[in-house]
């Protein structure tokens, strides 16, 4: 991935939360075998065991990364049969379980354009852990990736079809609005939906979400203190916020859940 020049680059995003000594131990076997790079952590926040949010939190914030390696762990699988995969594309490398975890970053890096298996037993560390993937099987991977060994030498050559694949999340559309899935809620309690953007364009000032007023706005402040607010995130999509408040406690839902905008 770099140049004798070049200032390597590695990211984390994990479920490994911030409590035991997890996220440190990733960090000290990258610091060990690629002392050089330089490491961003994502979030290690991410709910325990939920794929789809850690698919959408690393598919909307790897583009405003340094080209890099990008390791991902939200792991349920560990241990099992599930495969570990390094993906290649134009924007970068990504590093995880083949779970469908990696796959919406890579479309938005610029689509797979190599995969393969992490199967070379040199790359690894001596000891495999079988519920520790993230620090003896993807980070001492992703250290060798960053400072520029062939990708290809990683493990064999998967076929980028057999790569698992999330659900796709519910959007239909009606002639007065229409019904998305709940694909985020963050930490300020904003929903986001699967929806794109477009779909609220048509729709009056005036809309109903889940049979509730609300506004149809660019931002939180285009509600009063305590409404809500459809808009289009920094993604793009559809999102759903209380102006001082938590959408996700009004609305009473979580990922997984479907919700209906209309016009009032």
């Not at 996220?23 to 789809?52: E, M, N, Q, S, Y």
């Not at 990683?154 to 609005?177: C, I």
């Not at 916020?241 to 479907?258: E, F, I």
């Amino acid at each position: 991935m770099t140049g004798p020049d070049e200032t390597a680059w590695i990211s984390l995003t994990t479920d490994y939360g911030l409590t035991d000594g997890f996220v440190a131990a990733c960090h000290g076997v990258l610091a060990r075998l690629a002392p050089t790079a330089r490491v961003i952590d994502v979030t290690h926040l991410v709910p325990p065991a939920d794929v789809r949010r850690g698919a959408a939190v690393l598919a909307q914030t790897v583009p405003y990364l340094p080209v890099g390696v990008h390791v991902a762990v939200v792991d349920p699988g560990v241990g099992t049969t599930r495969r570990g995969v390094a993906l290649a594309t134009p924007g970068g490398l990504l590093v995880g379980p083949d779970n469908g975890l990696l796959l919406d970053a890579a479309a938005a890096l610029g689509g797979i354009t190599g995969a393969v298996e992490l199967t070379n037993p040199a790359w690894l560390a001596p000891t495999v852990s079988r519920t520790f993937h993230g620090r003896d099987v993807f980070a001492p991977v992703a250290a060798r990736l960053a400072l520029g060994a062939p990708f290809d030498e990683a493990g064999r050559a998967v076929d980028p079809a057999t790569l698992v694949r999330l659900p796709e999340p519910l959007v239909r559309t009606a002639d007065t609005g229409f019904t998305a899935e709940v694909l985020t809620v963050d930490h300020f309690g904003n929903v986001q939906l699967a929806a794109p953007g477009a779909l609220l364009a048509g729709l009056p000032e005036r809309v109903r979400v889940a049979g509730r007023a609300a506004v149809r706005g660019r931002t939180f402040g285009d509600a009063p203190a305590g409404g809500l607010v459809a808009y289009v995130d920094s993604a793009g999509l559809v999102a759903l916020a209380v102006n001082t408040g938590r959408a996700v406690d009004l609305l009473s839902v979580r990922p997984g859940d479907v919700v209906t905008v209309t016009g009032a």
